[in-house]
């Protein structure tokens, strides 16, 4: 975890006239902002100086941003993430303050103790009307996506009556922020941010009429979890632990959601799932002139005497005697 202040004082009485009448850009702010993978252009429209500051932490997969600007046209240009590179979502909370945002095919008009979320990979104006502080989540947008379904259709819109969910969310930002500058653990990092999305999802689906219980969301988590499992099974290297880190969670909250539908453990449904695979490959076509040994590897088993002992006391015989009959 790492923090960045950037700080920026423009003068702009001291441009030309007809640079003061035209775009100013304001090379040192668009440096910042590039360094938080924000590249914008920036232009004022009136003579005056112009002050702006920016601090920054990171807290594992989330950049969090604090700043503040003075009246300014901001444009940010849509890039869709290359190959390899993750596409993102940005929660902001205004704290003080008037902007206008055209985003997502929208015009929004934003005032203290509204909040939004917005598609990085979209183009938007942001229009400071009077020196304004925002807080900014950057996340990534599969982590979101566990949260949220289809977060993309609710850029740009506030949650009606969402003054109360801004002041929690405001609240669990200085708490994830807080935690960061502490050095705290990664488990407990880990409870703050799954406590902020799951927050962050109930404003927007309260706002929308659309109730959605944590028994539900759980059970959301839980079918993204598994579906990347059995997308996985014949990595030998699949573990709660892997799993936890892919969603951000800790393997002790992974370990309820499991428990919570009835299944013993995570371990206990990857290795049913793998038994399974076995199981059809022993008697598939393609995979005829294979080996039980090479099958069990190939589905994750690394010991061929613990997959015998594993098929039988899950389908009662042998895996030679399934594949004979």
């Known amino acids: 975890m790492t923090s960045n202040d950037y ?40 003579n005056q100086n112009y002050n702006a500051n920016l601090q920054r932490i990171n807290c594992g997969p989330l950049s969090l941003i604090m700043y503040c600007s003075d009246p300014i046209i901001a444009k940010r240009e ?7 590179t993750e596409s993102h979502f940005t929660f902001n909370y205004i704290n003080k303050g008037r902007l206008s945002v055209d985003h997502n095919n929208q015009t929004t008009n934003l005032s203290k103790g509204d909040f939004v979320i917005a598609d990085n990979s979209l183009p938007s104006t942001i229009e400071f009307l009077s020196k304004a502080q925002t807080y900014s989540i950057r996340i990534p947008a599969k982590l979101l996506g566990i949260y949220i379904d289809n977060p993309g259709l609710l ?55 659309r109730q959605l219980s944590h028994a539900h969301k759980s059970e959301f988590l839980l079918s993204r979890i598994k579906e990347y499992i ?18 951000h969670i800790s393997t002790r909250y992974l370990r309820k959601l499991f428990q919570a539908e009835g299944t013993n453990s995570m371990t206990d449904y990857i290795r049913y799932k793998r ?31 613990s997959f015998t002992r594993a098929f039988k006391a899950y389908f009662g015989i042998s895996p030679m005697e399934y594949k004979r009959r």
Do not use: M
């Open 275 to 305: 038994l399974d695979k076995c199981a059809d490959d022993l008697i598939s076509i393609q995979t005829d002139k294979k080996s039980i040994t090479d099958i069990a590897y190939f589905w994750g088993f690394n010991n061929s005497s």
């Open 78 to 84: 849509g890039k869709v993430g290359s190959s390899g």
């Open 230 to 247: 059995d997308n996985n099974l014949s990595n030998i290297h699949l573990s709660p632990e892997l799993v936890a880190q892919e969603f």
């Open 155 to 209: 850029c740009n819109h506030i949650p009606p009556g969402g003054a109360l969910y801004g002041r929690v969310l405001k609240e669990l930002f200085f708490c994830l922020w807080r935690q960061c500058e502490d050095g705290a653990t990664e488990e407990s990092q880990k409870a703050v941010i799954n406590t902020f999305l799951s927050f962050l999802a109930i404003s927007f689906e309260t706002g929308n009429k």
């Open 7 to 46: 700080a920026v004082h423009l003068d702009c009485a001291a441009c030309k006239p007809d640079d003061a009448e035209n775009s100013c850009i304001i090379d040192s702010w668009v440096g910042a902002l590039r360094n938080i993978h924000w590249p914008v252009s920036l232009t004022k429209q009136h």
